[in-house]
Structure formats: C-alpha cells, structure tokens
T-cell receptor
Framework: GNSVTQMEGPVTLSEEAFLTINCTYT??????LFWYVQYPGEGLQLLLK?????DKGSNKGFEATYRKETTSFHLEKGSVQVSDSAVYFC????????FGSGTKLNVKP | DSGVTQTPKHLITATGQRVTLRCSPR?????VYWYQQSLDQGLQFLIQ???????AKGNILERFSAQQFPDLHSELNLSSLELGDSALYFC?????????????FGPGTRLTVL
C-alpha cells in the first residue's frame, strides 16, 4: 500500500543552520509528492510539490527533489530562520492523499 | 488565505453532546476532505466527499458522520462526544477526486470537550 515515513522530531537548530528533514515513501504508480507546513495555531499550507521523478520543488528557500530510485523527497533549506519554526508534513498523492506524521522544527536565535 | 473556510473557529462543549462543523471549499473545488489532528497524533484522515458523494473513508468513528451538499459545502457531525474527541478538525479541498493536484486546507475548528 501507500505510505509516507518522515523523521521524528522535534528538530532543534540554531538560526542560519542547514536543515534536512527526511521523507521516504511507498507507493504504487507515480505519485505526486508534497511538503506542507503548519505554523502554530494555523492550518496546513502547501510549501512545495513535485509531480514526477527528478522534479525539484522549491519555495521560500526550501527545496526537495523527487528521487524515484531512493523513494525519497527530503526537505532542505540552507539557512533556517526563527520564523521557520513550525511542523512540516510530507505527503503523497496516488489518487488518495497520504500524510506523514509531521516533524516539528524549532529554530533558536 | 487558502480560500477554504471553516466555522466555527472554536467550539467548547460537554461530553455526550453533538456538534456540527462546517466547511466551504475553494471556489471550483469539488472534493472535500476531513481530518482530525490531536495533540499526540498526526493528521488522521476521516472522510472524503466528491461532488456530493462519499468517495473514501479513513479512521472515522461510527459516532461521526459527514455530508456534502449541492452547493458543495460540507458538514461533519460529531455525536456522543467523549473527552478524547478534543482535537483540531481540518477541512481541505481539491479540484478533483483523483489526479495529481494538491489539497488546500482551511484554518481548522478547535473542539474542546469538557
């Protein structure tokens, strides 16, 4: 079946540190992949997406590359800010949507 | 602003009661999804409707039910409420039922059962 596995948090980083949040997936067919972000007290917002292998999604300094050979879609950012503190969800769509359990990121000044 | 609206924003009620949560999807979106987010759990998919018909069911309790109306808004009914039903309830919408596009989430309804 389809599923998404992402690294457990919380992840705590200092401002300007490099961020990686790992996400791997299991899917039949050719899913679309997404990263959503949830800021405190808010709903989920789409951060970036990729719809086919080797596509790179990017937004607000965040990037993720659709790697079919490793079934991964890791989220990266070169220099995090305090304002990036949030919960990040990896998700796939293969007809239906499947979400990972979320990774909480805390960025300290 | 995602274009998905949910009311009410907050709801406080007692055990054993029944509540109704409302969601209006983005203009043009035909699919509506409901999710439950508890403090100690991730996002739990409850149910999906597409153009008025139930399309997929997740971990939805028998005490919960939903429907989508001809104007495409949706309601989630929660009955015989228990303390453990306290959570954030999100609605999301998408254009189609299958396909490759993303979901757009509403701001959520925070339900507190006392």
């Amino acid at each position: 079946g389809n599923s998404v596995t992402q690294m457990e948090g919380p992840v705590t980083l200092s401002e300007e540190a490099f961020l990686t949040i790992n996400c791997t997936y299991t899917a039949t067919g050719y899913p679309s992949l997404f990263w959503y972000v949830q800021y405190p007290g808010e709903g989920l917002q789409l951060l970036l997406k990729a719809t086919k292998a080797d596509d790179k999604g990017s937004n607000k300094g965040f990037e993720a590359t659709y790697r079919k050979e490793t079934t991964s879609f890791h989220l990266e950012k070169g220099s995090v800010q305090v304002s990036d503190s949030a919960v990040y969800f990896c998700a796939l769509r293969s007809g239906k949507f499947y979400f990972g359990s979320g990774t909480k990121l805390n960025v300290k000044p | 602003d995602s274009g998905v609206t949910q009311t009410p924003k907050h709801l406080i009620t007692a055990t054993g009661q029944r509540v109704t949560l409302r969601c209006s999807p983005r203009s043009g979106d035909l699919s509506v999804y409901w999710y439950q987010q508890s403090l100690d759990q991730g996002l739990q998919f409850l149910i999906q409707y597409y153009n008025g018909e139930e399309r997929a069911k997740g971990n939805i309790l028998e005490r919960f039910s939903a429907q989508q109306f001809p104007d495409l808004h949706s309601e989630l009914n929660l009955s015989s409420l228990e303390l453990g039903d306290s959570a954030l309830y999100f609605c999301a919408s998408s254009v189609e039922s299958g396909g490759a596009g993303e979901q757009f989430f509403g701001p959520g309804t925070r339900l507190t059962v006392l």
